[in-house]
């Protein structure tokens, strides 16, 4: 099996758990740390990516620039990027990239959003920065038609597609299907593997993952990430370790990166009931303040209400859904049951794609 590439994203996703708010001098200190430490690519910024403080997504503690001037004086032998959603990042944001030298952007889109990273893929060409397109909530839509809009990101210059498991709550056997739909599709296809831990299957899901031939994994220090967390930098490298496949990256090393940078900053105690239901119906996190606040207004189990959404839709949940839904649930108290019902796209071949 064949080493895999690690895409280190503590400074990104982990920043979700400090509302945003990685300085300059951590940016520094980390990502130097992780350079030193021998992982060849490095993402960092903003959570959400590029433009996000901009449009007041969570206001980060410092500007899309600093990040990039911290992470460029930073990174010396590997290499660094930042992440890009398409409406939320201009394309002026790789224009400021390109004064810093990034090295690669991911480009975030749901399938029926691809059409709108074209423009952002050839800018980056066009600048010398390597593109990803990252398939956020993959586990939307069947593995045959992930693989198809691989092809055409592909066709648009993307250097690799990303499976990403947004919820954290894919199964081994799935990510494999989706991984190999895309290979299979595209025999030279590079292919990448981000998820989440919301159903402790993060180390699980990138060894399945490799196994299906992905050639980058996404990981984090401790696991720091949005939710339940993110595949652990320290225990995927210890299963490399086992394995004879850890390269050049020191474990021991890196453990101790990770618990004096990263560990004193864990608030999070056990495993929340909110996390795993979310994992268990593969519902986006960033939806979480609708639920609560529907929850709240109509006196429902916002677990519950959850699943009553992802039964209509895995991709959005505007307000108004949610508030439909919690109404559902406030007349099936004073009527009949209302049963959770948890979606499967590989036995439920009527799904709403």
Request: include cysteine.
């Amino acid at each position: 099996m064949q080493k895999p590439t690690i895409l280190e994203c503590t400074l990104r996703d982990g920043s979700y758990e400090i509302d945003f708010q990685f300085t300059k001098k951590d940016t520094q200190v980390i990502s130097n740390a992780l350079d030193n430490s021998g992982f060849e690519l490095i993402e960092v910024g903003h959570g959400v990516g590029l433009g996000a403080t901009d449009k007041k997504i969570g206001i980060a503690a410092e500007s899309d620039e600093v990040y990039m001037q911290a992470a460029s004086k930073a990174v010396n032998t590997g290499k660094w990027g930042m992440f890009a959603i398409p409406g939320i990042a201009e394309l002026q944001h790789l224009d400021l990239a390109k004064n810093y030298d990034m090295d690669f952007v991911r480009i975030g889109c749901t399938i029926e959003g691809l059409s709108n990273c074209k423009s952002f893929l050839e800018k980056a060409l066009e600048y010398g920065i390597t593109p990803y397109v990252n398939f956020m909530k993959s586990y939307a839509v069947h593995p045959e038609a992930l693989a198809k809009s691989a092809s055409v990101a592909f066709d648009m210059g993307a250097e690799a597609v990303y499976v990403v498991d947004s919820a954290g709550g894919m199964l081994p056997k799935e990510v494999q299907e989706y991984i190999q739909a895309i290979i299979s599709e595209n025999s030279q296809a590079k292919v990448g593997f981000h998820g989440h831990n919301n159903l402790g299957l993060g180390i699980g899901n990138a060894l399945a993952a490799m196994e299906a031939g992905a050639m980058i994994i996404d990981t984090s220090l401790q696991g720091f990430g949005r939710s339940a967390g993110n595949t652990s930098t320290e225990q995927f490298l210890g299963c490399l370790a086992r394995m004879g496949l850890e390269g050049n990256i020191d474990p021991l090393k890196v453990m101790d990166v990770g618990e004096d940078l990263i560990k004193p900053l864990i608030e999070k105690q056990g495993i929340t009931s909110i996390d795993t239901i979310s994992g268990m119906s593969l519902f986006h996190s960033s939806y979480m303040p609708l639920i609560y606040e529907a929850a709240k207004r109509y006196n429902v189990d916002p677990r519950l209400l959850i699943v009553s959404v992802c039964s209509e839709d895995l991709i959005n949940a505007s307000a108004e859904m949610v508030q439909k839904h919690a109404q559902k649930l406030t007349s099936s108290k004073e009527g009949k049951p209302w049963k959770p019902v948890y979606k499967n796209y590989f036995i439920n071949e009527q799904a709403n794609l």
